[in-house]
């Protein structure tokens, strides 16, 4: 069958209004009013961030500066996850979101590629058919967070593309996700893109050896999130037309051995439309029993896995990106969910199997455009905007009132990778366009 677009948004348009005729709406359009956490942003003197009275911050790994093995930070920061390292250090593991048009001058190896010399060929995925290598990976900081200085800096992932979010794992890996889909012999590629990679958190320079996670889908993916319980993997998609999946591996804690890939069914209105573009089919605060169905074909050579999963049943989300999980809950953000395409936030129970429109920004909310989020320590999500022109880290309590907690000051760049380290002192978040990542500390609370 052939599943195109204009098949998928009539069938998800048919169902939304089907399931709103049936089901009625609980919960307010809007969140609570916004509180005042920290105070109001105060403009930062050398122009970078805007921070509420008593944060401070620090420049570290910025674009194009030497790393310890010689190669140059690469440009675009994106997702990014925090481990605790050895001596109380803190090891960052940050993605490249790296295309194939991406200036040379952006990537490890220098503007002339003279750089390069310094890999063994078989440790980069895709050298590319006409000496480019593509320029996405991964870069590893080590930082001490009590000395506030970084230790040191390494490339650990080479020869991907466009590495945007992706997420940690209870065994102590960081799983990076391609969100492109390109394939061998097309556009200077020597490779199919569109997977997952895992790499170690580890202080240690070196370079992971490359094998893509097939079994875990060939999509446009973001970001992932693992229950420790299970060693389940939910992962998102950006696609105005995504779907959420997850991956039940064969040996948990070991990901190249295989395993099954499912997408999210909403249990009473299968097709079910989520993204209130066409219709209202879920309220803020309305909660949804959920089921998981079986993926076929989940290696594919055209980018329809999310078409044959909608045809199936599953739901179709507005542009899943950030994903996180925190004491049995994992947070979705849906970028342009909502009447007003300013995002969705998403709360998941595994196990108990119900999904809760959280937050659904509109234009009287101070969210924007929900992209990357982690979870404080003390249990507020904090979300990186992407596109609202201003963007800001922005904090959300669990009774749903929003605050700011931080503005790009330089560039109306997104911010990305929102991290807290291990010991809860320092929030890293990246400006990815600038190619900056910043350390900030404070009062949190």
């Known amino acids: 069958m052939n599943y195109s677009r204009r098949h998928f948004l009539q069938t998800s348009a048919a169902f939304g209004l089907g399931f709103a005729g049936l089901h009625t709406l609980i919960g307010c359009g809007n969140a609570p009013e916004p509180q005042d956490r920290y105070g109001p942003l105060l403009p930062d003197p050398a122009g970078i961030i805007d921070l509420p009275a008593g944060f401070t911050y620090k420049v570290i790994s910025p674009v194009g500066e030497t790393m310890s093995d010689g190669l140059l930070v690469p440009g675009l920061h994106d997702g990014m996850a925090a481990f605790e390292g050895p001596d109380g250090l803190t090891i960052l593991v940050r993605n490249h979101e790296l295309n194939l048009e991406s200036d040379r001058s952006l990537g490890a190896f220098g503007p ?14 895709d050298g590319g058919t006409e000496g480019r290598p593509c320029l996405g990976g991964v870069t ?10 970084l230790v040191s800096h390494h490339l650990s992932l080479a020869g991907t593309l466009r590495n945007c979010a992706g997420g940690p794992t209870p065994w102590g ?20 893109h569109g997977y997952c990679f895992e790499v170690p958190a580890s202080a240690v320079p070196a370079l992971v050896q490359p094998e893509p996670l097939k079994a875990m889908g060939r999509f446009w993916h973001e970001a992932v999130a693992v229950d420790p319980d299970t060693g389940i993997i939910y992962l998102t998609e950006d696609d105005n037309e995504s779907l959420i999946y997850r991956f039940i591996p064969d040996m948990p804690g070991q990901l190249i051995q295989g395993g099954r890939l499912q997408a999210l069914v909403a249990r009473e209105a299968r097709s079910l439309d989520t993204r209130n573009w066409a219709a209202r ?3 803020a605060g309305q909660e949804l029993m959920i089921d998981w169905m079986d993926l076929n ?3 594919p050579r055209d980018n329809d896995l999310r078409l044959r999963g909608f045809e199936g049943g ?17 947070y979705i953000a849906c970028t342009s969910g909502g009447p007003e395409e300013n995002g969705q936030i998403w709360r998941y129970k595994p196990g108990v199997e119900r999904l809760e429109l959280f937050v ?3 234009h009287t909310d101070i969210l924007r455009r929900a992209d990357n989020l982690t979870v404080a320590p003390w249990g507020d999500v904090v979300v990186c905007e992407d596109g609202s022109g201003e963007d800001h880290l922005v904090g959300i309590t669990p009774e749903g009132s929003m605050y ?13 990778g929102s991290v807290f380290s291990p010991d809860g002192s320092t929030l890293f978040v990246n400006l990815q366009q600038d190619g900056l990542t910043l350390a900030i500390t404070g009062p949190w609370t």
């Open 140 to 149: 590893t900081a080590v930082y001490d967070t009590r000395r506030q200085v």
């Open 173 to 192: 890996t960081w799983i990076t996700c391609e969100e492109f889909f390109v394939s061998a012999g097309e556009e200077g590629c020597a490779q199919d």
């Open 360 to 362: 659904e920004a509109d």
């Open 314 to 330: 599953a739901a179709c989300f507005a542009r899943g990106e950030g994903m996180w999980y925190a004491d049995g809950t994992i």
């Open 404 to 416: 700011h907690i931080a503005r790009n000051a330089i560039s109306d760049s997104e911010l990305a």
């Open 112 to 125: 002339d590629l003279a750089r390069l010399s310094r890999l063994d060929p078989s440790s980069i995925y």
């Open 297 to 299: 074909d989940v290696d």
């Open 281 to 283: 089919t879920v309220s």
